[in-house]
């Protein structure tokens, strides 16, 4: 393999490492390239009409980029690496950080009914508008004001270290809100008042009268993550440390193989204050196939999922002679995203149910990003007869085998979601949060998120003390007599929970719970509708 030291503009081709031999390598925007790629904005329809990357490579082979510990600055609205269609490519020993977080955090100074006085934390500019009463995040490259779609604002608290109550916002007095929020979203009128701000508005009851929290306020949309791959095959990343990777640190598209080594992403990275890593996801998978292997992790700080992997339902809209048409509901991504591929193995399930119809072999995958249809041919014509408008498609090719092991997960405010029928072991693995570390989901209804666990594998992990249930499945299918169950073989094996609450687990087939200990009196699982249970040394509820 030829070696090269890296500098900023080199020309990356194959068969090449890339060595850096400096401490610090700042990024600008000058230092970009421009991608109209629809395919690389495709996981949120919050994305603009073009991304500025750094590191764009396509279409390469055999390449390590080794930074040798550097530290990699970018300044602006930069996504720092995109890998396009590239096999066998390494990534490893940087630290990757942000002049300006992509997020905003003050000190809670009183909070009442309808005023909050903040002040803001060092490295958080903003400028209040006092013509509109608006607040304006704002860096050396780039402005937001805060007043289109939304804001999540987050309440705080040093002393346990967690995130609690969540209020989406817009503030001044022209706003211009999302169609469809999840949420109520909240006017906030502006004040500047000496050193500190005063937000006036409605706010939670639970704020009310708090005081030595912070307030964090995330503005930008998830358009932006520290290192993603579009197809490919055999990426490997290590010794990566994530001060602030933007919206998400890893997204990972119809990807085959994918190993991950001491990717570690860091609150409060080396005492700089920062309650947020990431304004979103850790690690994000949609439809990969092969291998996912995450090791010797530490994530903290995230506002969302430390580890997402699934695959996508779209429902038939019309069935063709040597295919089908459908369409794409998947909630907050386009429909450049990529679900199925040429030579996939899929399932027609009826209606919303787990009902199956029918298999096919795709021999041609096509959409229409515009209208977003999505025309599946396939290799055999003669079985479509039994499916109709409104059935439920489901990749089975695009389920990846999943080992997380080692993993250390303090403060994050989603969970982990599991949605993949390939083999899943986490072991050894640390959740320190106070909230559901572990669910396996699964919907057809708003996300289209799929598919179901097949068989799953936790053993000597630990749990933190919370107040509701550590593991749980939580899916929106319809279950039918013909079809009871959506995940299968569950099994929890040696963990320690310390409280009593362990599971909760909603129409599962097969779940084995044993040798788990814990420092209550007792532990406790709620089964509902599962069927072949072998629950040892806990009671059930």
Wanted: aromatic share 10%.
């Amino acid at each position: 393999m030829k070696q090269v030291t890296f500098t900023k503009g080199v020309k990356f081709e194959s068969n090449t490492y890339y060595r850096a031999e400096v401490g610090r390598i700042d990024f600008y925007l000058s230092d970009t390239v421009r991608s109209y790629n629809p395919e690389y904005r495709s996981h949120t329809t919050g994305a603009g009409e073009y991304m500025d990357i750094a590191f764009l490579l396509c279409d390469l082979e055999n390449v390590v980029l080794d930074f040798g510990g550097a530290t990699l600055m970018f300044h602006g609205r930069i996504q720092p690496f995109m890998l396009d269609n590239c096999k066998n490519v390494t990534i490893k020993n940087l630290k990757l950080d942000y002049d300006r977080p992509f997020y905003t955090q003050a000190s809670l100074i009183s909070c009442e009914e309808n005023t909050m006085r903040v002040r803001l934390d060092e490295g958080f500019s903003c400028r209040v508008d006092t013509e509109h009463k608006g607040l304006i995040a704002t860096s050396e490259t780039w402005e937001n004001r805060m007043n289109a779609k939304d804001c999540l604002l987050w309440l705080y608290d040093p002393a346990d270290k967690q995130l609690h109550t969540i209020i989406l916002a817009l503030f001044g007095d022209e706003i211009y809100p999302h169609e469809n929020p999840p949420l109520p979203i909240r006017q906030i009128f502006v004040e500047q008042d000496g050193e500190d701000i005063l937000f006036h508005g409605s706010f939670p009851a639970d704020w009310v009268g708090r005081k030595d929290r912070k307030l964090v306020i995330t503005h930008e949309p998830r358009d932006k993550t520290a290192i993603q791959t579009v197809g490919g095959e055999n990426i490997t990343l290590s010794d990566i440390v994530i001060v602030h990777g933007s919206a998400l640190a890893f997204i990972g598209m119809h990807t085959k193989d994918i190993f991950i080594d001491r990717f570690d992403i860091c609150a409060n990275y080396d005492g700089n204050g920062r309650i947020v890593a990431n304004n979103a996801d850790g690690i994000h998978l949609f439809n990969c196939y092969g291998k996912v292997e995450i090791k010797n992790c530490t994530m903290e700080g995230l506002l969302d999922d430390t580890v997402n992997v699934h695959g996508n339902f779209v429902a038939v809209t019309e069935v063709l002679s040597d295919g089908i048409m459908s369409d794409s509901r998947l909630a907050g991504l386009t429909s450049a995203l990529k679900l199925f591929l040429a030579g996939d193995r899929i399932a027609v399930y009826r209606g919303h149910t787990r009902e199956k119809l029918a298999e096919f072999t795709l021999t041609d995958a096509q959409t229409d990003i515009e209208s977003g249809r999505r025309v599946l041919r396939v290799a055999e014509p003669e079985l479509l007869s039994v499916i109709s408008e409104g059935d439920v498609i489901e990749n089975l090719s695009a389920n990846a085998d999943v080992l997380i092991e080692n993993c250390v997960f303090r403060r994050f405010r989603g969970t982990m979601r599991m949605q993949t029928s390939g083999k899943i072991v986490i072991k050894g693995c640390r959740f320190e949060n106070r909230g559901t570390s572990l669910m396996m989901t699964g919907d057809t209804t708003y996300w289209y998120e799929s598919g179901p666990v097949d068989d799953i594998t936790i053993e000597d992990c630990y749990f933190a003390y919370a107040l509701n249930w550590r593991i749980v499945t939580h899916t929106q299918v319809e279950y039918t007599e013909k079809a009871p169950y959506y995940h299968r073989g569950v099994k929890i094996k040696s963990c320690f929970f310390d409280g009593k609450f362990t599971c909760r687990l909603d129409h599962v087939d097969g779940v084995e719970f044993v040798g788990n200990k814990t420092s209550a009196d007792e532990l406790i699982i709620s089964l509902n509708a599962c069927n072949d249970c072998a629950v040892f040394d806990a009671r059930e509820v």
